[in-house]
């Protein structure tokens, strides 16, 4: 492998290549419900791998991720309804500079405070904030949800593309979320994602070494919140409904479960973990109640296991063969 | 003056008590072990479906010596439980990162649901509290439910029993020099894997015996779990990391503003809880109690 990808960036961007292929050619090979599931599943891919930036690459262990999913949701939905002839690229991307303004305010006062377990409490309280603020506003559908969100008419200047037609809307979703994991790549590779992960490993040394931890810990806040709000943006006209359990703390699991069940070390430890969840649920979904036994018990085995997630315990499997391929033919040639 | 003041005030207590009761065990689990248990929310739930049985069982609920019975029972399995979710996940997960520890206890609390779900099925159940404590007391314009009044009068109860335990015994003595340096205990002849287990087993009974206790308090579902445990974490976190007086104080502290709040607010019921919590934890991250651990 090593000889064929010389870079990093070569080997992943084949990797997310062949994916963003494969997931493109679905519709014609798939049935409408296993298309549904891969659209919905992309955009938890883009959920999760937006956490893993702040959690994977900075330490920080946000419990409210779902509220930025939410507010990107609703805020999109309510610009579409509000102003329905505004460019659909402008709605999608202002709901996520909304959300990413409101993660830098929030940031600038949450993260001097607190760290750790505090923040991730923090988190989950402001969150639960949302959640409740979202599910009492008349305008908002309160706890019906968001109704009637419609997919709408994409003008790209030369072509106007109806995203209510067939598939068009599922295409859409695959090339933004690609898009959006393209961007969360580079932050991670650039000069940020280098500091961003020294923080995590020593925030004192790292501030010593002239890194402004603060801002630094602040962007990753913002730029997570911001691409995970445009993944709820896009959610919203998909489902063609929000209901506030996008803002539940339940969905703020979500993310960390990916992550950490797909492994946080690598990029795209979310995106196996994602699929690996979809997969056992989309399995068990007939099972009432078994369903939660079995991915529980999943998810158990793989903490208490594989500590490092699927893509960590399948690193350390190929380390052991390779080292076992390497002690025999060393035995080989002994003699 | 009394809608106004004392009638909130009595609310509040009273939901604090609950929060409280609630909490006890996920105090004393996350003081010492350093585990914040999501799986809490699910062995008190258990806990409430195996009283609900119980009562069942028997016909109505008639006695408070057979509401305390069944919620002991409801306990004692819970306790049983513990032993096994000792041995097989928490023991693990001292190796492990914190944040795994997370992870491996929201698992256990999909199982629980699941488990919850496939024994006693989705539909909703409620218990009426034992006939002796279905009357209210009224103090002027304050009505008083017999069942509330217990209900503060046991939060405060175990408070300072715990409180009690926790300072004037040696068993209360050994947890604190557990929870301070688990190494240097051992070092002195603590055997501390088996405390562990002991304080697990104590933590779960306490989510059975609360499971039963609150019954009459609330709808039997499977969300039972979800709603009570992020209370239960600002209680937890608010208090200071893991200490029942700090919890003791957050339980009060949190709900009574709550109460308040759902008065002069009533559009968005349960904000002021959360705002509370978030202000608390920005103006006093150390906790209401810092540096006290258990």
């Known amino acids: 492998m090593k000889s064929l990808f010389p870079t990093q960036l070569g080997r992943d961007a084949a990797i997310g290549a062949v994916i963003v292929i494969a997931m493109l050619a679905m519709p ?84 001097r ?39 709408p008419m994409l003008d790209l200047g030369v072509v106007a593309i109806d995203l209510a037609q067939g598939n068009n809307y599922y295409y859409f979703i695959i090339v933004v979320s690609a898009l959006l994991a393209a961007l969360l790549w580079w932050v991670m590779h650039s000069r940020f994602g280098r500091a961003f992960r020294s923080i995590q490993q020593d925030p004192d040394r790292a501030a010593f070494l002239g890194i402004n931890v603060q801002a630094n810990r602040l962007a990753a806040f913002a730029i997570a919140s911001g691409v995970t709000a445009v993944a709820g943006a896009l959610y ?95 035995v080989e040639e002994a003699p | 003056m009394v809608d106004f003041i004392a009638s909130p005030l009595f609310n509040g207590l009273f939901t604090a008590m609950v929060v409280f009761l609630f909490t006890t065990g996920l105090t004393l689990i996350f003081g010492i072990l350093r585990v914040l248990n999501f799986a809490h929310g699910g062995f008190f739930m258990i806990g409430a479906y195996v009283a609900f049985t119980l009562v069942r069982a028997v016909g109505a609920q008639t006695s408070v010596l057979g509401y305390i019975g069944v919620s002991i029972v409801a306990g004692i399995v819970t306790g049983l439980c513990g032993i096994v979710v000792e041995r097989v ?68 109860l175990s408070y300072a ?10 068993t209360g003595k050994l947890m604190k020099s557990v929870a301070s340096d ?27 015996v609360a499971g039963g206790l609150l019954l009459p308090n609330q709808t039997l579902s499977p969300n039972l779990a979800s709603t009570f445990v992020i209370q239960a974490f600002g209680a937890l976190i608010v208090g200071g990391m893991g200490n029942i007086r700090g919890t003791f104080l957050a339980a009060i502290l949190l709900c009574v503003v709550d109460s308040f709040g759902s008065l002069y607010f009533p559009a968005v019921p349960g904000l002021l809880f959360y705002i509370a919590m978030t202000l608390a934890l920005l103006f006093r991250p150390q906790g209401l109690i810092a540096g006290a651990r258990i």
């Open chain 2, 182 to 208: 688990p190494w240097m205990a051992g070092m002195l002849g603590v055997n501390v894997p088996r405390f562990y287990t002991y304080l697990v087993v104590a933590g779960f009974f306490m989510a059975g």
């Open chain 1, 236 to 330: 919203g006209p998909w489902l063609q409904l929000l209901t506030p359990e996008v803002a539940h703390w339940t969905f703020s699991a979500r993310p960390i479960l990916y992550a950490l069940l797909g492994g946080v070390q690598s990029f795209w430890g979310p995106v196996v973990g994602a699929a690996g969840f979809a997969f056992l649920e989309y399995g068990t979904r007939t099972m009432h109640g078994f369903s939660e036994i079995i991915i529980g018990t999943i998810l158990l085995i793989v903490v208490l296991v594989f500590p490092g997630g699927i893509l960590g315990g399948l690193a350390l499997l190929g380390k052991r063969v390779g080292s076992k391929v390497r002690n025999e033919t060393r």
């Open chain 2, 89 to 156: 996940i928490f023991r693990p997960l001292q190796k492990v990162d914190e944040s795994y520890s997370l992870i491996a206890t929201y698992a256990l609390l999909l199982i629980t649901e699941g488990a919850v779900k496939s024994i006693w099925g989705v539909s909703f159940h409620s218990v009426a509290p034992p006939d002796v404590m279905n009357g209210a007391v009224f103090a002027g314009n304050l009505v008083m439910p017999i069942y509330a009044l217990v209900i503060i009068a046991l939060g405060v």
């Open chain 1, 28 to 111: 014609s090979l798939a049935s409408k419900g296993f298309v549904f599931i891969l659209g919905t599943l992309s955009l938890h891919i883009v959920f999760g791998l937006s956490w893993n930036l702040m959690f994977g690459q900075t330490g920080l262990v946000s419990f409210g991720h779902a509220s930025f999913f939410a507010i990107g949701g609703y805020a999109y939905a309510l610009t579409a309804r509000l102003y329905p002839d505004l460019h659909p690229l402008l709605a999608f991307s202002g709901a996520g500079l909304f959300s990413a303004a409101l993660a830098l305010l929030v940031g600038m006062v949450a993260l």
């Open chain 2, 161 to 170: 029993l715990l409180e009690w335990i926790l300072q004037h015994t040696e």
């Open chain 1, 113 to 151: 405070r607190s760290l750790g377990v505090y923040f991730a409490i923090l988190t989950l309280a402001l969150s639960q904030i949302v959640y409740l603020v979202l599910s009492s506003i008349p305008a908002l559908g309160r706890e019906d949800g968001f109704t009637g969100i419609r997919r």
